[in-house]
């Protein structure tokens, strides 16, 4: 029975205790439920900023990836207006070069070879001829000077006979003047 004394008395204890911090226990245990209430809450808000967040998050990596698409194609926009600037001047470079290739060819057909080997044959037909005229001609004045000078010889002989004989003409011519005289 000792033990159910001490039962008893353990009991009237805990009803006196409980009578005395009964009102302590039930606020406490109110403001534990207000407590568990303002975590579920809290766990709510919690969650909901969670979703904000991982929503937020997904559209910055979004946004990100946007940000670092526009990096890369603005850098591909320089690198191709570089390039563009770029084959400009080489274009401008080409056109200088093909007017200045023009020219030459504008100057060479200017001097068609065709044409040129035809005027050339023709210039040493002409050439040949004239050559072959004036051999001829040559020839000609050669033959010419030598009667030339075999008849200026006959003159000169005609001549020095000539005065020869007009001496004794005019001796003759004297005499039949004289006789006749």
Do not use: C, F
């Amino acid at each position: 029975m000792l033990t159910a004394s001490k039962l008893e008395k353990i009991i009237e204890l805990e009803d006196s205790l409980r009578s005395q911090y009964q009102d302590q226990l039930d606020a406490k245990s109110v403001e534990i439920e207000l407590g568990i209430k303002k975590q579920q809450e809290q766990q709510v808000v919690i969650e909901k900023q969670l979703a904000q967040l991982t929503a937020i998050s997904a559209e910055g990596t979004a946004s990100k990836r946007t940000e670092q698409l526009n990096r890369e194609l603005t850098h591909r926009s320089e690198k191709l207006e570089d390039e563009v600037v770029m084959q400009k001047k080489r274009i401008k470079g080409l056109q200088k070069d093909l007017a200045e290739d023009r020219a030459e060819i504008k100057a060479l057909k200017q001097y068609d070879a065709a044409a040129m080997k035809k005027n050339l044959d023709a210039s040493k037909k002409k050439l040949a001829e004239k050559t072959a005229a004036n051999e001829l001609l040559q020839k000609s004045s050669s033959k010419v000077k030598a009667e030339n000078a075999k008849l200026q010889q006959r003159v000169n002989e005609l001549e020095a006979r000539l005065a020869v004989l007009e001496p004794e003409e005019n001796k003759e011519d004297d005499k039949k003047e004289s006789a006749a005289a």
